[in-house]
């Protein structure tokens, strides 16, 4: 079962190198179908997860230039404390009991197709924006939107470990068109690193994090994510972003039925 874990976390890390879509999306629900891990352990286990290979990126991003450290700052001030109230109502209404463990099942396979969504039409989306200016926020208002977005993602992340990838991507890029794709992908590494690491304190705390599951997905993980990433360049992205929708529309359908 270990060597299992190892290829899943490997065959994960390159679609994450190969795409850039965050591995919650793709590593949760494969523990709860594949390996039958209950929902609120998946989930807290690839938190602990995310909020260790994204301080890598993090730091990367940070060393290019492509953070807006305060975009970060205002998707913090409504992630986190969202986080740590979805973890409090976690462990009220029990998280580890199979009623609970349902309805985190069906969040999960929201959240999947949500980034089906954001997979597939951020381009239009973008596109719309651009071509209607004045439609786009300003000011107060674009800041309170982007807390209300943290917030949101905040709770997501928290309840399913789905939402800091592509679905947090997609809110960047409609929130800030004019930012490059790299500071989009740079800035939503960037405040994604405290939300995981509060969300999986949360989950510690709540007693479903399997720690040595999570040692031996980073061991297959990290030379994944490595392959991937050498490997992107030589794979169309639209081909990429189409087989992995396709894929995460089974999976969410899976989780469903």
Sequence with gaps: MTLSYVISGFVVGILVG?????????????LTLLFGVSPTVAVGTDLAFASITKTAGTFTHKLRGTVN????????????????????????????????????????????????????????????????PEKQLQ?????????IAGAVLGALVTVSSIGAGAIGATLLVMLYPRLTAAEVAGTDIAYAVP???????????????????????????????????MAARAVPERVLRVVLASTLTLVAAKLIY
């Excluded at 190969?18 to 494969?30: D, E, F, H, Q």
Aim: hydrophobic share 55%; with cysteine.
């Design 69 to 132: 450290w305060r975009i970060v700052r205002l998707l913090c001030f409504g992630a986190l404390p969202s986080a740590v109230l979805a973890a409090i109502c976690l462990k009220h209404f029990g998280a580890l009991d199979k009623e609970i463990g349902q309805i985190i099942r069906y969040t999960i396979a929201g959240s999947v197709l949500l980034t089906v969504v954001a997979l597939l039409f951020k381009g239009r989306m973008l596109a719309w924006l651009n071509s209607h």
């Design 18 to 30: 190969l795409t850039g879509v965050g591995g919650g999306s793709l590593m949760t629900p494969l």
């Design 139 to 147: 000011g107060r208002s674009l800041d309170a939107a982007t807390i």
């Design 195 to 229: 939300l995981t690491a509060i969300a999986a304190i949360g989950h510690w705390w709540l007693g479903s994090i399997n720690w040595a599951l999570l040692f031996t997905l980073l061991i297959g993980s990290i030379p994944g994510i490595i392959l991937g990433s």
